[in-house]
């Protein structure tokens, strides 16, 4: 088996872990949660209070505590009591979207994509054995099951109204991922193998749709799950729900896919063979259409449904999942090839996209290689950045947090 990196690398990314976390102690909201970061790392004026904002940076502070970060474990506790008393709706369940500066709703919606973030949270929390984590993970997965598990399609729905009465009929693949992601770490914390059902027929799900469309993976879908590849043909820089293919979702779920395969192994079951299949053939698609296509390092943000570049700007999460993906499968396939692409793409994150002067990662770049807003303002959370630098050191675990644990233990 061919070596992942060297000393001197995992030095520096146990360096680039203790830096960005550095970084992400200025999103503290004194009254509760977490705010968003601009581009100097302080919380932008007048920009709402996102609830996934909050669950991720909750995770990210857990994480920081099984590191043994110092102020960790006060900072995950500051989030998980934002999670159950500023964003919890004690009339309807739930939680609210985002809130104003006062702590009022201001997107009363209910959506899956942040609620699943709320389940990551309390799952990471729970591994990190802070008091109330395991009673909100337990809220949290009875909240996804009474409003959007749908048994008929082995997926979650997307977004009700305040009291649960009016469903969007609009399915997504995006917030399907990030439920994946949520099980998978509850899985870790709980054992239950109800999760990893859920679990491998999301991975159906998604890998019979990114295998009709060539594994160019679709996002958006009608309410029977028949894709919709025009959907935001004119919003095609649309931050969550872009026209096209996102090139960064593809290592992601190249990603899970091989986790869901470590979560059945850990049950005892012989795994599904489509998963690695599927892991590698996504990996695989993304490096040819989204590496360098236009000219110069880096991937684009999106492709269409013929593979040409839809949207070229540089998003940093992008190459964080993708170097996320390469670690997994070089931990699991031992082939070479991955080490060299996860060599490439830290040398281009450490040159074009790390920040040292202000912190941080740059979020976004434009054509020319500059800081830009187009698609994401300022430097919002490090979920996907500390992830990233996480996941080579750790070992191959459903859960991010239940892995650094187990590398922690020795």
């Not at 929390?125 to 802070?130: P, Q």
């Amino acid at each position: 088996m061919s070596s992942l990196s060297s000393p001197a690398h995992t030095a520096w990314l146990e360096a680039e872990s203790l830096r960005l976390l550095d970084f992400a102690r200025a999103a503290v909201v004194p009254d509760g949660g977490f705010g968003w970061l601009d581009t100097k790392g302080r919380t932008t004026p007048g920009e709402p209070q996102y609830l996934y904002v909050t669950g991720r940076m909750t995770h990210v502070w857990a994480l920081g505590t099984l590191l043994g970060v110092p102020g960790a474990e006060a900072l995950v506790d500051h989030g998980l009591a934002a999670l159950r008393e500023r964003f919890a709706d004690p009339e309807h369940g739930g939680w609210f979207t985002s809130l104003d500066e006062h702590s009022r709703p201001l997107d009363d919606r209910k959506a899956s994509y942040p609620q699943s973030f709320v389940v990551l949270a309390g799952a990471s929390a729970s591994i990190a054995d802070r008091p109330g984590a395991a009673e909100l993970l337990e809220e949290a997965l009875a909240s996804i099951d009474r409003h959007y598990w749908d048994e008929e399609f082995g997926a979650v729905s997307e977004q009700w109204d305040r009291a649960y009465r009016e469903p969007l009929a609009y399915r997504g693949l995006n917030a399907n991922m990030h439920m994946l992601e949520a099980y998978l770490a509850a899985f870790s914390a709980t054992g239950d193998p109800v999760l990893l059902e859920r679990c491998v027929r999301l991975a159906s799900r998604a890998v019979e749709a990114a295998r009709a469309q060539d594994w160019r993976l679709p996002e958006h879908f009608d309410v029977q799950w028949a894709p919709i590849l025009d959907y935001n043909s004119e919003r095609r820089d649309d931050p969550f729900k872009p026209y096209g293919s996102t090139i960064g979702h593809w290592f992601e779920w190249a990603r899970l896919l091989l986790l869901v395969e470590a979560a059945q192994v850990e049950a005892g079951q012989l795994p599904e063979p489509w998963l690695r299949e599927a892991a590698v053939s996504l990996f695989d698609k993304a490096v040819v259409e989204g590496w360098s296509v236009d000219g110069r390092d880096g991937f684009v943000y999106t492709v269409d449904w013929e593979g040409r570049p839809a949207v070229r700007n540089r998003l940093h999460w992008v190459v964080a999942e993708a170097t996320a993906a390469a670690a997994t499968l070089h931990a699991v396939t031992g082939e070479s090839r991955y080490a060299t692409s996860f060599q490439e793409w830290w040398d281009y994150t450490k040159a074009r996209l790390v920040d040292e002067v202000d912190g941080s990662w740059h979020h976004e770049l434009d054509a020319q290689d500059r800081p830009s807003s187009v698609i994401k303002k300022g430097k919002a959370d490090v979920y996907h950045a500390l992830q990233a630098t996480l996941i080579p050191r750790i070992p191959v675990d459903p859960g991010v947090a239940r892995g650094l644990r187990r590398a922690s233990e020795g």
